[in-house]
């Protein structure tokens, strides 16, 4: 039996996850985490090691996402210890997200001072994703965390669960189905719409307090909403800590 968990990458989400990580690694028995194995070993062994290795390895916005889980996982697995957790994310993902963010920068720049927009080079910075790779390393997992939209359809499609929970409101951003339609999940008729709102999406990380406030701020935006209506992406929102968006009476939700 394999389930789906997804997170979207915000404080806010990541510390739902960790505060559901114990139910749910009791629950499914085992779980992997979308988080490098180097990093989780110095969980295990040293939270404060861990920690300054964490620093190193992300930038700061990274880690103010991702610390909460840190600290939850050295907690489950000395109050847990028959639990199997595993760490599946490739060991370069945060300098790959480094150099990602780089060329959205560029090409953000590039549109706003140029008026040079070419969906093209937007969506050849997620080509190549180790989709492939990362479903090996999962494939031992009762429970699977996803962390992001793009990274739900994808394993919900290769891994096949027989259902998906999410722990917070899961909504794709516009870097998300850019990403889909990188990587054939999605047709690319309609990129030219999604990188216009990949700009809107980036001035609102860069003006807001929090990657939380800036996904609020994209889920208020009418227009965006409406973009992904048109594409067929469903929202979904919790009224529990972790909701059931499908099950094996339901149509595939993604």
Do not use: H
């Amino acid at each position: 039996m394999k389930i789906l968990i997804g997170v979207p990458v915000t404080e806010r989400g990541v510390r739902r996850l960790s505060r559901s990580l114990p139910e749910l690694a009791r629950r499914y028995g085992s779980i992997a985490l979308p988080l490098p194995q180097s990093l989780c070993m110095r969980v295990v062994t040293s939270s404060v090691e861990a920690m300054d290795y964490a620093l190193k390895l992300m930038n700061p916005s990274n880690f103010r996402v991702w610390s909460s889980l840190l600290l939850a996982l050295k907690e489950l697995v000395l109050s847990n210890p028959d639990v199997d957790v595993g760490c599946y994310a490739p060991e370069d993902t945060y300098a790959t997200s480094e150099a990602r963010g780089y060329a959205i920068a560029t090409l953000t720049v590039k549109a706003r001072a140029f008026g040079i927009v070419k969906p093209e080079e937007w969506l050849k910075v997620y080509k190549g994703q180790p989709t492939k790779a990362v479903i090996e390393r999962v494939a031992g997992y009762n429970a699977i965390v996803a962390d992001g939209y793009s990274w739900v359809v994808r394993l919900r499609k290769e891994v096949k669960p027989r259902k998906a929970l999410v722990v917070d409101t899961m909504a794709p951003t516009p870097l998300d189905v850019l990403e889909l339609m990188a990587l054939g999940y999605l047709d690319t008729s309609m990129a030219r719409e999604v990188v216009d709102y990949a700009i809107k999406y980036i001035e609102y990380i860069v003006t807001s307090f929090t990657l939380t406030q800036a996904y609020n701020r994209l889920l208020e935006d009418n227009g965006y909403l409406e973009l992904l209506r048109r594409l067929k992406l469903k929202i979904f929102k919790v009224r529990r800590v972790v909701e059931e968006v499908e099950s094996p009476t339901t149509p595939d939700p993604f």
